[in-house]
């Protein structure tokens, strides 16, 4: 990761930019299937961050699964969303049956060097089966919620349920947004400075389409706007 000049140093409001997109191709949406409209959005939202989330199943072991349908959406109160999808055969993702029937979980962030356990827990392991334990991950208590947190993650989110909203019928492509408030925030030390969170300590996995991730490499910075 290096700290590089911005694309457009010299670039003033209104001054036209060089651009490499010209033919467009529009596609209805209501004309394409549920796997081409999945490869599209995950092809095209891209990247996209990972939350590794901890839930505890009702067995009393620790159920870990990524998702990376997740974002930040507010900071007072401090607030996050996942989206968790139906199985093709119409039934609920262990995480989700956990949420709803405990509303506490951890989101763990995903770095460069947790790739392969964190891909191997997207294994469709059936309901009780720690995916924690089976790839060998360490799991370390929380402080307020009761699914612990996985030590191997720079950065831990422990979160309560506020809502959940149904998106689609419940079937194939639909999902349950579940919006988490953040009660507590760790951080590994040498990761914060100033407040701030260092991407070069985090080294954040980012989701791209198909099965392809990305690292970060050049990083740069731009002021807000002063009108
Ligand atoms: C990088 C990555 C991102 C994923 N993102 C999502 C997602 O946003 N929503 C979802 O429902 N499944 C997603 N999955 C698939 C789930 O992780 C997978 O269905 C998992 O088995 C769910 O586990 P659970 O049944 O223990 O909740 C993703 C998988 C990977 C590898």
Known sequence: MRRVSPPLPQWKPGVAIDSPVSDMIALDASTLDVRETYKLMTSGVIPRPIAFVSTLNENGTVNLAP?????????APPTIMLAVTYKSDGSKKDTLINIERSREFVVNSVSEWMAEPMNHCSADYPNGVSELEKVGLCPIPSDVVSPPRVKESPFHMECKLHTTVAVGGGGAGSSTIVIGEVVKF???KPAYHNGVIIPE??????????TSYGILGDLFDLDRPKL
């Open 201 to 210: 300590e985090l080294k954040p996995l980012c989701r791209l389409g198909g």
């Open 186 to 188: 760790h951080i590994h």
């Open 67 to 75: 998702f990376s349908y997740f974002n930040a959406v507010a900071s």
